[in-house]
């Protein structure tokens, strides 16, 4: 028997079973429920095909012709379901929690699975994140120029029992033009808030949650614009370390990145360096300078940190200067600063 969940029943069992999402590869790709998995019960041509059916001639010709178009490809959903989830327990999901999740539910219990749908489908789920974004959070803010390890040291407070929400993490860049490292995909603006929603609502509203500073943009993503502003008026705590230390730090994280990446992201912000600074930076890169680099795009980096700051009401700010760059030792050190 299919047994139907609401989404937070729903994601406190996704923790231990499979979810499978049936909508097709392109709405999966948009965004999904983080962890699911993808069985489309449809290609994307053929949800187009089913839906014309629906609108030019009824339910039931598109039913059919739904049935016409799958019909070859029931048997391999359930074999793909029991590599998935051995068990025989599994979670289906659909986007509004209709014909498409009920048809691979009725198969997956056919079949001997233990299924469970979500009420709503993906829609439920989706509007709850972007809901999530309208409440008010105790949010604090880690702040400090280029260099200064700040996502290394809000790891460090994690591990130490503090709520962070790394957003560069969710974005999958970090953050400047050299933020993608040469590697990294970013998920769709959807998924992006997706993830955001989901880690908002794990957080307990009764403590900080800490923030690295953060343009609106992190790389093509945007942050959505209540949690920005909300951003914007949090406290800050200020991270200061000497410039010599942020180039060492760097230098172990880009000095090996791929030199015609680097010199792609220069190129992006040339029109901020200037040309004399652009064509020094470049210069450095090919023969291999690699702090004389760093030092050059931090001259333009602490400029516009520093703009920034200076445009912002900030109403509460402190600033807590450090000698070394150490994410342990400097996670420790600020939480006994703001403890004081």
């Known amino acids: 028997m299919v047994k139907q969940l609401s989404l937070s029943e729903f994601l406190e069992k996704a923790k231990t079973t499979i979810v499978v999402d049936v909508r097709t590869p392109l709405e999966f790709q948009q965004g999904h429920i983080p962890g699911a998995l993808n069985i489309p019960i449809f290609t994307n041509e053929e949800r187009v095909i089913v839906g014309t059916a629906y609108k030019q001639q009824g339910r039931q010709p598109a039913i059919l012709l739904g049935f016409e178009l799958t019909g070859p490809k029931w048997a391999e959903f359930i074999k793909e379901a029991e590599k998935l989830a051995p068990d025989k327990k599994i979670m289906v999901h659909c986007w509004r929690g209709g014909m498409r999740s009920g048809a691979m539910a009725w198969a997956f219990d056919l079949y001997g699975f233990e299924v469970y749908t979500l009420k709503g489908g993906y829609k439920t789920f989706r509007r709850s994140g972007i809901d999530a974004f309208s409440n008010n959070y105790p949010f604090t803010i ?199």
């Open 142 to 340: 880690l702040s400090g120029s280029t260099g200064c390890a700040k996502t290394k040291t809000l790891q460090e407070m994690k591990a130490l029992g503090e709520q962070v929400i790394d957003l560069e993490d969710l974005a999958q860049h970090q953050g400047s033009s050299f933020g993608s490292m040469g590697k990294m995909i970013q998920p769709s603006q959807e998924q992006f808030e997706n993830l955001l929603g989901l880690e908002l609502q794990r957080m307990d509203l009764s403590k900080p949650i800490w923030l690295e500073d953060e343009s609106v943009t992190i790389g093509k993503r945007v942050i959505p614009k209540p949690i920005w502003e909300q951003m914007r008026k949090a406290p800050i705590i200020k991270m200061e370390i000497p410039k010599e230390e942020r180039v060492n730090f760097l230098n172990e994280d880009y000095g090996s990145l791929d030199k015609d990446f680097l010199k792609e992201s220069v190129l992006r912000i040339a029109k901020r360096l200037g040309p004399l600074e652009t064509k020094l930076t470049l210069q450095a890169i090919d023969e291999g300078r690699m702090k004389d680099f760093i030092n050059q795009v931090l001259v333009y980096y602490d400029k516009t940190y520093q703009k920034g700051l200076n445009n912002r009401a900030v109403l509460n700010l402190q600033t807590i200067g450090l000698e070394k760059i150490n994410p342990k030792e400097n996670a420790k050190a600020i939480l006994k600063f703001i403890d004081k």
